[in-house]
């Protein structure tokens, strides 16, 4: 059974990096699959982030791109985000998830717990 | 804004049939997925591809798509399904994401 787990500061100050690891478990992220980050404002809908292919690739939103960093260390079987200079708007709910993304075909599963970051000083 | 579009909220009676739909141009190319979030918890996959339920999900719960729309078939509607859905599929690109902006279900 995978499960994946989020992990990082619950706080980060306006104009820093946040940084947060999703942990995987039940399965070697070597192996193949994407791997991506979604995030949800309070109260608000779901906003993809972007994913990592097991080799490295890896897609980004294009409203997102120019602050985002997406990583894997299969060595750790975790994958990471690192966002820069955010601000109030980037509170939210991040998700980790298995991603299956080939053909005709794209979804999420399973979905870690989710972890909320507060960006405020 | 959203590629994809989501009615902001449906209601069923319950054991009754509804339907909740997603709508954008990718969706003519890209299967949706779709996915049940209950408050304070993470989002769950019930339906992805053609119309597919991963191990779990009853069957009451289908997809199906017509041209630039899919959609989320619950037959029987139960007091449990009351939760937001969000469809997920590509962009007009292909190369990236989106999700619908979610239609809260409530179940009467």
């Known amino acids: 059974q995978v499960q994946l787990q989020e992990s990082g500061p619950g706080l980060v100050k306006p104009s820093e990096t946040l940084s947060l690891t999703c942990a995987v478990s039940g399965y070697s992220i070597s192996s193949g699959y994407y791997w991506g980050w979604i995030r949800q404002p309070p109260g608000k809908g779901l906003e993809w982030i972007g994913s990592?292919?097991?080799?490295?690739?890896?897609y980004y939103n294009p409203s997102l791109k120019s602050r985002v960093t997406i990583s894997v260390d299969t060595s750790k079987n975790q994958f990471s985000l690192k966002l820069s200079s955010v601000t109030a708007a980037d509170t939210a709910v991040y998700y980790c998830?298995?991603?299956?993304?080939?053909?005709?075909?794209?979804?999420?599963?399973?979905w870690g717990q989710g972890t909320l970051v507060t960006v405020s000083s | 804004s959203s590629e994809l579009t989501q009615d902001p909220a449906v209601s069923v009676a319950l054991g009754q049939t509804v339907r909740i739909t997603c709508q954008g141009d990718s969706l003519r190319s890209y299967y949706a997925s779709w996915y049940q979030q209950k408050p304070g918890q993470a989002p769950v996959l019930v339906i992805y591809?053609?119309?597919n339920r991963p191990s779990g999900i009853p069957d009451r719960f289908s997809g199906s798509s017509s041209g630039n729309t899919a959609s989320l078939t619950i037959t029987g509607a139960q007091a449990e399904d009351e939760a937001d859905y969000y469809c997920n599929s590509r962009d007009s690109s292909g190369n990236h994401m989106v999700f619908g902006g979610g239609t809260k279900l409530t179940v009467l």
């Open positions: 998830a298995r991603h299956t993304w080939d053909g005709y075909n794209n979804w999420f599963d399973p």
């Open positions: 591809g053609k119309n």
């Open positions: 990592i292919y097991h080799s490295g690739s890896t």
